[in-house]
């Protein structure tokens, strides 16, 4: 069985100042992991994806996560937040088992940009 | 290229009620699913599918049914609602090799 951990349940930053959520997973096999984004009154949108190959990916927002296989976690980070980044932002792990993408998510994090 | 649309986008039953909400997906996309969002409880999974005629069961099923007579339609129907069924709901659909889903904009659904 596979499980995603969010610590935080929200993250107030003030706008301009660097961000960390914290994600966390745990699973018997290799996975799959990513972020979603969901900005109010609007479905998840796929944010960045780790699927193999480089430990570090990056969204075309600026926002970037490391895989860290031996923490088992997958924090996402931004160095300089704006006011449209607030959102909330779940994590995602999926199995390789299977004929089909299982995906476990996070219970979320609200990101809130103060001006 | 609509994506994933899902319909409607609002609805207040009666407890006891039933109805059926429709995700429909343009992208050709083999597996599709059904999830509910509640507060401070992340996505869970309903049902998924992944095929056409095909169905299986996912986290909470209770209370549900689903079809997927049409390889771009996924329903999900609730027989007799229940003021626990209040959430929102939302439909995924992704395809075999390339990990990520694409969501639906959610049906907000409340239960008196």
């Known amino acids: 069985a596979q499980s995603v951990t969010q610590l935080d349940s929200q993250v107030p930053v003030f706008e301009e100042a660097p961000v960390e959520l914290r994600c966390n997973y745990s699973?018997?096999?290799?996975?799959?992991l990513f972020w979603y984004v969901q900005y109010p009154n609007q479905g998840l949108q796929l944010l960045l994806k780790?699927?193999?190959?480089?430990?570090l990916v990056e969204s075309i927002n600026g926002f970037e996560a490391e895989f860290n296989k031996s923490q088992t976690s997958f924090h996402l980070r931004k160095p300089s937040v704006h006011i449209s980044d607030t959102a909330e932002y779940f994590c995602?792990?999926?199995?390789?088992?299977?004929?089909?993408?299982?995906?476990?998510f996070g219970t979320g994090t609200k990101l809130q940009v103060i001006p | 290229n609509a994506g994933v649309t899902q319909t409607p986008k609002f609805r207040v039953l009666k407890t006891g009620q039933s109805m059926t909400l429709l995700c429909a997906q343009d992208?050709?996309?083999?597996?599709m699913y059904w999830y509910r969002q509640d507060p401070g409880m992340g996505l869970r999974l309903i049902h998924y599918?992944?095929?056409?005629?095909?169905?299986a069961k996912g986290e909470v099923p209770d209370g549900y049914n689903v079809s997927r007579l049409k390889k771009q339609n996924f329903l999900l129907g609730l027989e007799s609602a229940a003021p626990s069924q209040t959430s929102v709901y939302f439909c995924?659909?992704?395809?075999?090799?390339?990990?990520?889903?694409?969501f639906g904009s959610g049906t907000r659904l409340t239960v008196v």
């Open positions: 995924a659909s992704s395809s075999a090799g390339n990990y990520g889903y694409t």
């Open positions: 699973s018997s096999v290799s996975v799959y």
């Open positions: 780790y699927l193999s190959g480089s430990t």
């Open positions: 995602a792990v999926s199995d390789l088992a299977g004929g089909y993408q299982k995906v476990t």
């Open positions: 992208m050709n996309h083999e597996y």
């Open positions: 599918s992944v095929g056409e005629g095909t169905t």
